[in-house]
């Protein structure tokens, strides 16, 4: 896909992505995959979960992006996000799993919606199968024997960790991995430091 970019477009994608120290703990356990079973393609980017998949777009169009990011976190309410173990997707995937909420479904609906409308992007991978959040650890170059050995491990080993999803993340590839490009907080909340509703201005 990155050599059939033109010229000025770039790859993005849109996730979830858990802020420290579970990010930290996250990366790793992709670094133990990495080390102990030879899967090192997940460290390309940031421990995640993916709402819209990577798409193309005018690196020159960045600002009418980001806008119409923005625009779809200013009605959103901060939730948590709960992971209870680790599943997979035989025989190449290991991820940590979060527990099925109706929050993060909606908050995947909503911005794919947000990307359609605006932007006419289409989140095009998700067609034909249901939304399945998840923080892949090991990625599709875990060879098949390691995947049967790195999940016998992994798979009644117990991770139980909680974070609250107060912003989507817009990533960017640099050529070789996936960059952070921006934070997008929502808008509706109550700062939970402060005490404080969001201005008007926000609201």
């Known amino acids: 896909m990155v050599k059939n970019l033109l010229r000025d477009e770039k790859l993005y994608f849109v996730a979830v992505v858990p802020p420290e120290p579970l990010g930290a703990e996250l990366h790793q356990l992709k670094e133990y995959f990495r080390d102990k079973y030879n899967s090192s393609k997940s460290l390309n980017s940031p421990p995640h979960i993916t709402l819209h998949m990577p798409f193309k777009w005018r690196e020159s169009k960045e600002k009418k992006l980001l806008s119409a990011l923005e625009e779809c976190c200013l009605p959103l309410t901060p939730f948590e996000v ?86 989507i993340c817009l990533l960017k590839h640099n050529g070789s991995t996936w960059d952070i490009f921006q934070e997008l907080p929502f808008g509706n909340f109550i700062s939970a430091e402060k005490g404080e509703r969001p201005s008007e201005e926000t609201e």
């Open 82 to 167: 709960a992971l209870k173990g680790f599943a997979a997707f035989p025989p190449r995937v290991i991820y940590a799993e979060p527990v099925e909420s109706p929050q993060l479904h909606d908050l995947q609906k909503t911005v794919a919606r947000a990307m359609r409308l605006s932007l006419n992007l289409f989140n095009a991978d998700y067609q034909g199968r249901g939304f399945h959040p998840h923080i892949t650890l090991a990625f599709r170059d875990l060879k098949k024997p390691r995947f049967h050995e790195a999940w016998q491990e992994f798979e009644n080993k117990p991770l139980k960790a909680s974070f609250l999803v107060d912003n």
